[in-house]
């Protein structure tokens, strides 16, 4: 009687869709986390030295869609909560204010610190700032559960730049007070606005000069360094930017091989060599080509073949739901302006290239081009330039818009 296996293989189906290891998604951690061992090693330093009380800089990552900040931020976390952090993470939204982002998260951070050992009222008062905090931003989150005594003239003005960061101060000493330290997460920091950032970064400065065990994890889109210089120019000496870019071709053969060797099946080197040429190295697309490879492959050797049969999966999954998504948040002047940065097939484009190919005026393009910026869809990575945010969205758009839109 032959085994499973052998008709298994006999029938195409060797490989378990169970067992494989790759997982394409927002946010979902890789198998296998390659290529970022500096920015975690930065990430410990920070954490040990605010711990000890010495100033360090906090840490706003940079980079383009699908290269892995958000997995990079839940890793920085754990790290986190590893050291003894309480820990607050959020991700920000073009339609909601910085203040009603944070609120909630404090509340409960403050009732974690309130929970533990200790004597004293630090707590309390950080509660009491909280509520006066939230009466400033008219929004409502109920009692916050404990007798509170009034306390007027704290984090109640209504100005975000002066509330902010006596909040923070307030929270900072109620840390300290229970022998605690925080740290704040946010994702997609680009989103705020001028003044809600400005505010952010002036809570931030005011911790570190008193070297108070708060810090501050951020990621956004390469704008992001431009942002907070422009709201504040000491930003680049409060914070740090390191880039997360794609990954070499080395760290590219070993986000797919270990994953898959751990399963039993092993990528060829040309099949390697492939993945790398299409995904130029972005780790959420090495999980979209990992995973398809894993489904077409009928035996645990992943050839060039396979790769060839699952790219045509890869492309419609991705066309069809990552780059479709935004897209459609496009109007249709939009769409024109970014099917022209296309068709110029390079990764930075200037602004005048891009103008005469639409036959108008580089001041002409100024509306779009903003919009298109505040909508995270392209960026300037130099004066005059523009590039995609999205990676490979360009052939996207090659292959979606006709010529003649």
């Known amino acids: 009687m032959k085994s499973l296996r052998s008709i298994l293989t006999i029938t195409g189906y060797i490989m378990d869709e169970i067992k494989n290891p790759f997982s394409p998604g927002a946010g979902s951690p890789p198998p296998e986390l390659v290529g970022r061992s500096s920015i975690l090693r ?24 699908g290269v892995g900040k958000t997995v990079l931020l839940n890793e920085m976390e754990r790290l986190a909560q590893q050291h003894g952090y309480h820990t607050i993470s959020i991700e920000a939204h073009e339609n909601k204010s910085l203040g009603a982002s944070l609120a909630p998260y404090l509340r409960r ?6 929970r533990l050992a200790g004597t004293g009222d630090k707590v309390k008062r950080g509660l009491i700032a909280l509520r006066n905090f939230i009466g400033t931003i008219r929004i409502n989150y109920g009692d916050l559960g404990l007798d509170l005594d009034p306390l007027p003239g704290v984090a109640d003005s209504g100005d975000l730049e002066n509330d902010l960061p006596e909040l923070f101060q307030a929270l900072s000493e109620a840390a300290m007070e229970k022998q605690s330290a925080v740290a704040i997460l946010i994702d997609e920091i680009q989103y705020f606005k001028e003044k809600e950032l400005s505010a952010l970064i002036m809570a931030m400065h005011r911790i570190q000069q008193k070297q108070s065990p708060i810090v501050l994890l951020g ?21 740090s930017f390191p880039d997360v870019g794609a990954l070499s071709q080395e760290d590219v053969a070993r986000a797919l091989q270990e994953p898959a060797r751990r ?17 130029h190295g972005y780790p959420y697309f090495l999980q979209e080509w990992g995973y398809q490879a894993w489904k077409q492959a009928q035996t645990e050797n992943i050839t060039l073949d396979v790769i060839n049969r699952a790219t045509e999966k890869v492309i419609e999954r991705l066309d069809q739901n990552f780059f479709r998504v935004r897209f459609d948040r496009l109007t249709p002047g939009e769409k024109r302006f970014l ?25 002409k393009i100024g509306p779009t081009r903003a919009h298109l910026m505040k909508k995270g869809m392209i ?18 758009m090659l292959r979606t818009v006709p010529k003649e839109h």
């Open 219 to 239: 990621a956004g889109l390469p704008i992001l360094p431009g942002l907070a210089g422009d709201s504040k120019s000491y930003a680049e000496r409060l914070f």
């Open 339 to 363: 099917r022209t940065m296309a068709e110029l097939r390079s990764e930075r484009m200037r602004a005048g290239e891009i103008a005469h190919a639409l036959g108008v005026t580089v001041n």
């Open 263 to 279: 399963e039993g099946a092993v990528f060829a080197n040309d099949a390697l060599d492939k993945i790398y040429e299409l995904t």
């Open 42 to 65: 930065q990430t410990e330093i920070l954490l040990g030295r605010t711990l000890n009380r010495r100033p360090e800089k906090s840490m706003l990552l940079t980079g383009l869609r």
């Open 109 to 114: 951070l403050f009732f974690e610190l309130n």
């Open 379 to 396: 960026y300037s990575p130099s004066y005059g330039e523009l590039a995609f945010t999205v990676p490979l969205f360009g052939d996207f």
